[in-house]
Structures are given as structure tokens and as C-alpha cells.
């Protein structure tokens, strides 16, 4: 077997086993909720006598999960389109896999619930605002409608998530990309994207799973409907959205006008590497638009080789690398897939900026739109 086809092999023993994570969902959920129920039922009975509103909430909260499961087959009806039938649909049999990796996949399924909570429905709004409005902004004042045609202005969204933050740019007539890694990611934001058609036309709960730190049960329970807004952007721009790794997805240089990143330079094990690739795929003169804090996603993991720098060495290397930064700004609040409700309330001090990769001067001058011209013909009077 040569490399590519056992490469081949293991990407679709992957995509498998995904959807039998998906699939795993109920059984996976409930299961947890009887290992609680067993907890309880191994307690004094005066103890039980007196939490037997816990356990009327564990039933509750059954019926939520039970709800949840019942939308996660209309996601995989189709999932196997993503990758253009590459795929089959048959699934592992449980006893084939991991219980260890079922759980761990379980974790990233809920995951997906908070993501949909987050970019599709109106009470993520807020969050959506707090990350994506100054991305929208530097982006449209860059690029304002009366002076481009937009359709031309190539925009890329690496870890795109459910595509939210590519949507609305692609919405406002810009050529824009989503890239994402996450198949569990993919899936879901295929589904959105593809086959919702109407307003609100599911409902979830994004933080059933969450037992700690909940002052009454109605707001673990607390529901979200979802899409606030039919995705479909205006028919002159192209939006899409590319599976992979974005190191490997994307290799031409001077490509895209502008790269927008949004909780994302700290997925990678070596930030170096986003921040050289950013600057090889941008066309010179192209803008590059940040938001989101260090959170290092591979820190402590085991059997990964992980740096973690500092924001300031961070921008040290941006420099180096050879960008012009024309903006930054730190310290501004943002949160990620909260519970409104919830007792303890996350937030991020997040870092905002924004770089230019320079227009060559040897011999040419880059025009951000349209390729290279020439310096005379440029600033002839």
C-alpha cells in the first residue's frame, strides 16, 4: 500500500468515526445521566428524600438531551456530501472503537452545540458583535463599496467554525473562503449552510451538559433556536468554505487580499507557522485582520511539541516576518460560547490587530486589486 492510498485509508477511517461519535451521541449523554442517578440512588435516604428536585431535574434534563439527539440525524443525512461521496456512510460498530475516544469525541459534539448557540442563533448576537464587528469594520473601511468591486476582493477566513464571520463578509459582496479543520465543525456548518431554509427552524440546548455552577435547572435547559438568518449571501459574491489543514489547504503565494482570523493563531502548535503562511498567501499590499486572545490549544497536551509566546514576542515575530502593523489594540472584552445564566462568567482581555504586507518597490508597485503596475504609470502627473 503506498502512502497516498493508506493517507486515504486514515482520513476515512476518521470521517467514520466521526459519525459514529455523532451517532454515539444519545447513548453517550444518557449514559452519563444514569451514572448520576445510580449516585444518587446509593445515597442515605433522608438524603434522597431531601434531593428529589435533583432528580426530577435529571429527568428534565434527559428530555433536553433527548431533543438534541433528534436533530444530529438531520445533520448526517447529508454529511457524506462534503466530500463529494469520497466517503462511505457505514459506520464502526461501537465495540471497534475507543470508549476513551467516543467520550473524548462526545466532548466536541457538545462543542458544536455552544458553536451553533454562538454563530447562529439571536442570543449569540452579542457575542458575535463583541468578536466580529471590528473585523467587519476594518475590513469594509478597507475596501468601501463606492471605491471596489467587491466580488473581485478575495477574502479568507481561516478557522472558519459554522462560517458566521465568512457569511456576513461574503454577504457584503466579497469573494470569501472559510477553512476549517474540524470535522465535527465541517459537518454541522454544511448542514447550516446548505440545508436550512427557514428562520429559526431548529431548537437546541447548547449548555445541557453543563452541571456546575447553575443557580436554578431552567438555565442549564436554557434553549436556543437557530438560524437567526436564512444563509444565503448575495448572489455576485462567491462564498465557500474548504476542508483541511490550513497549512497544507493553502500554498500559492500572493493570492488573497485580505486574511480575517478570529480566535485562531493559537490553534496551531507553532503560531510562527500561521503568522509565516498568512504573510505568503496575502498579495502584497494585502490586509491581515486579527481578533482573539492566547489561549494555545495544544499547551500541556500530551505527545505535542508546543511553543507559547507571549503577545509581545508574538508581535516581535509579526514584524519580523515582514508585516507593516497599522493598528493594535489590547484589552478588549470578549466571550466565548457563554451561558448568559451561569454562574461563573468567562472573558477574554482579547488583543485586535491589523497588518499590511508591504507593496514591493523594486522595479514595481503592487495595486491590491488588480496585480502589479508600474511605478511611473502610478504617480505620473
Known sequence: MNAESSGANEERAYFLSVLSTFRSYREQSL??????????????????QWLKK????????????????????LVLRQAHCIFENAYSTEVPSHSEQNVGTLSEGLDKVQSVFKQLMRDWSSLGALERKQCYQPIFEEIFANYPEDKFDRSNIKVLVPGAGLGRLAFEIASRGFFCQGNEFNLFMLIVSFFVLNLCKKVDEYEIYPW??????????????????????????????????????????????????????????????????????????LKPGGLWVNLGPLLYHYSDMKNEKSVEPSFQVVMQVIKKVGFELEKCETDLKTKYCQNPKSMLQYEYDSVFFVCRKPISIDNHETDPINGYCDIESSFSS
Open 208 to 281: 445541557i451538559h453543563q452541571y456546575c455552577n447553575n443557580l436554578k435547572v431552567e438555565d442549564q435547559m436554557l434553549s436556543v433556536r437557530f438560524p437567526d438568518v436564512i444563509p444565503t449571501p448575495t448572489p455576485d459574491s462567491g462564498f465557500s468554505m474548504t476542508a483541511g489543514d490550513f497549512l497544507e489547504v493553502y500554498t500559492h503565494s500572493d493570492e488573497w487580499h485580505c486574511v480575517a482570523t478570529c480566535f485562531f493563531i493559537d490553534c496551531a502548535p507553532n503560531v510562527v507557522q500561521f503568522i509565516e503562511k498568512i504573510y505568503l498567501i
Open 31 to 48: 449514559s452519563r445521566i444514569k451514572r448520576k442517578e445510580t449516585c444518587l440512588d446509593n445515597l442515605p435516604y433522608h438524603h434522597k
Open 54 to 73: 435533583y432528580k426530577e431535574d435529571l429527568e428534565e434534563i434527559t428530555k433536553c438531551i433527548e431533543k438534541n439527539s433528534e436533530f444530529i440525524p
